[in-house]
């Protein structure tokens, strides 16, 4: 009696502990949910991986987001593309989960391509092949490509660039110019169009780039609207850039 009065003791001892027990958060197997693309669209791909910085990235994605609630035009569809599923850490700290690994899945048309800054576009990105090839290929059908910041050295590195002007963060323009002696380097400016490349100097700058897409796929109209909306003071005329003319 005395060794099941034991036994009976240590039972609820145990359980009374693993009521109070920390556990780790169980990790559901989820579905993956793929992005809603609409048709007539323009489908718009943001490349982003670890080190991205926030602002090239979330400035173009605002804007070109917004385009959804204009009547009337063909707006645009905005999904995020990285090198993984799993997600990534921008350099500020903010993690975002991609919607398309572009190493494995079969991807949708891509119309603009965007490629914002991240931290390691001046060294060790430059030497990702697959990322580089990834960014060719999809140059090569794009309707435009855009750069913001540093992300015009990826562009440079894939050699995209090679004959048109572009431009990249100010304080990296000789650094930009040093890497790639051959190219048509523009500074003093905010952006810089040539051919199927834009190219800016990114930071808060970084919507004016997109708001001159914006221009160019919608007018003038259009893409006052949607500065209003995000209360930017918008007026192409004002802007200090290059476009290259025929």
């Known amino acids: 009696m005395k060794n099941l009065a034991y036994l009976a003791l240590c039972?609820?001892?145990?359980?009374?502990?693993?009521?109070?027990k920390k556990t780790?958060?169980?990790?559901?197997?989820?579905?993956?949910?793929?992005?809603?693309l609409q048709p007539d669209r323009y489908n718009v791909a943001f490349l982003i991986m670890d080190g991205t910085y926030n602002t090239e990235f979330t400035a173009p994605f605002d804007i070109f987001q917004h385009t959804q609630y204009r009547k009337q035009i063909k707006a645009m569809n905005t999904f995020t593309v990285a090198n993984t599923l799993k997600p990534i850490?921008?350099?500020?700290?903010?993690?975002?989960?991609?919607?398309?690994d572009y190493t494995v899945d079969n991807l949708p048309q891509i119309d603009i391509l965007v490629v914002p800054s991240a931290e390691h576009h001046l060294d060790s990105d430059l030497k990702d092949t697959k990322m580089l090839n990834f960014v060719k290929e999809v140059a090569h059908n794009a309707l435009y490509v855009t750069s913001h910041c540093d992300g015009a050295f990826v562009l440079a590195q894939a050699g995209l660039l090679n004959e048109v002007s572009s431009t990249t963060f100010p304080s990296d323009i000789e650094k930009y110019k040093k890497m790639f002696p051959h190219l048509k380097v523009k500074d003093s400016v905010l952006f810089v169009h040539d051919g199927k490349y834009i190219t800016s100097a990114g930071g808060a700058k970084s919507f004016e780039a997109a708001l001159y897409v914006c221009e160019i796929l919608y007018g003038k109209e259009i893409a006052e609207s949607l500065a209003l909306g995000l209360v930017i003071d918008w007026k192409l005329s004002e802007v200090p850039k290059f476009i290259a003319t025929d």
């Open 11 to 20: 039972l609820l001892t145990i359980t009374s502990c693993n009521k109070h």
């Open 24 to 36: 780790s958060p169980t990790v559901l197997n989820e579905t993956r949910v793929l992005p809603q």
């Open 89 to 100: 850490t921008t350099f500020e700290g903010v993690r975002i989960l991609p919607d398309y």
